[in-house]
């Protein structure tokens, strides 16, 4: 990451209860082709861990302002479960999304893959979705104070754990709904990861995003993906993963992955079927999103039937550990800036 002047690097080492004692993480003013715009702090209005009790801050750019907030780590955490997965959910459930969050942006900073040199994270899909107080409070109305009250407690339950694989925090990737599989790491990313191989997930049967359709033309299909249909649909095959995605699709010459057919096509998932009727192309999928890791209407299910969150984490993530948040902690490198005078 670029580093400013006046900003030194501080190893930070030794016990998890010194590190308790940093205030936050400081940063200079994130600064863009516009100028620079100003570091400010989200109000604190939920029964969260304090900024003394988390272990360091996370510095978010807000996609609509260019804003960066400041935010305690459990704070963070809270929020991110509060703004990815549905409030209703099971206690277990949240409980397990709340320990996904807090390992990913630990994961996340511990390998420096910051934004900026002044801002860790965004509040998309890029990283994790965070929604601020302001916007929970839009969101949620009148119950607002009972919906974070129920989110604080799945996050406390779990404050200082994180999820490791060999001493390190994991890649804790999830996603919406899986096919009644997960997927293997390597048959939908690059490069294969140990603890996210497939495994079932009958559950998400029960989620409303398990089954769907898109219809699209054959002009259109053609267009997108540049090839010719010529004597119909009938003619592509396919080949699947273990997962039971679509792994590769023919169409004639032209060879596409599962995932390339998904994202040029806008499809909810890479497990479709393609039928032709007339002029129009008919896809049906199962399951939404990329299948990855933990299913959260698989981790509810699994709630449902009475799991607990640790069951449901090691049930996702192939052999890994929960482990205390300060083994990770102790070895960051945090950016402080300088207020030698």
Not at 49 to 55: H, L, M, T, V
Not at 278 to 287: A, L
Request: glycine content about 8%; some cysteine; hydrophobic content about 35%.
């Amino acid at each position: 990451m670029k580093k400013n002047n006046g900003i030194g690097i501080l190893a930070v080492c030794g016990l998890f209860a010194t590190i308790l004692i940093l205030p936050t993480m400081i940063v200079v003013p994130f600064t863009n082709s516009g100028g620079t715009e100003e570091v400010k702090e989200t109000p604190q209005t939920e029964e969260v861990a304090s900024a003394e009790e988390s272990p360091f801050a996370v510095k978010v750019l807000r996609s609509t302002t260019k804003e960066i907030q400041e935010v305690p780590l459990e704070s963070y955490v809270a929020r991110v479960v509060a703004s990815e997965m549905p409030v209703n959910f099971e206690m277990e459930a949240l409980k397990a999304q709340a320990l996904a969050a807090r390992t990913y942006i630990t994961r996340h900073l511990v390998q420096g893959e910051r934004v900026s040199s002044e801002a860790d994270v965004t509040d998309t899909v890029s990283h994790q979705v965070y929604k601020d107080e302001d916007q929970l409070r839009s969101q949620w109305k009148d119950n607002y104070e009972e919906n974070m009250k129920k989110i604080t407690e799945a996050v406390n339950a779990t404050k200082g754990e994180i999820i490791t694989y060999e001493q390190q925090p994991i890649t804790a990737a999830f996603f919406s709904t899986s096919n009644g599989y997960t997927e293997n790491a390597g048959d939908y990313w690059e490069h294969d990861i140990p603890y996210l191989q497939s495994v079932e997930s009958p559950w998400d049967q029960e989620s409303p995003k398990f089954v769907d359709q898109k219809i699209i033309t054959v002009s259109e299909l053609e267009q997108t993906l540049g090839v010719s249909i010529g004597s119909g649909i009938q003619q592509t095959t396919m080949t699947k993963t273990e997962g039971n995605r679509v792994d590769e699709v023919h169409f004639g010459d032209h060879t596409f992955s599962g995932r390339e057919i998904r994202e040029k096509i806008g499809l909810p998932s890479s497990d479709f079927s393609i039928k032709q009727k007339g002029d129009h192309v008919i896809f049906t999928t199962k399951g939404y999103g990329h299948g990855v890791g933990m299913s959260q209407y698989g981790a509810n299910g699994m709630a449902k039937s009475g799991k607990d969150y640790k069951e449901i984490i090691h049930h996702y993530y192939q052999d890994t550990e929960i482990a205390p948040l300060s083994t990770q902690t102790a070895s960051l490198t945090i950016e402080k800036e300088d207020t030698v005078n």
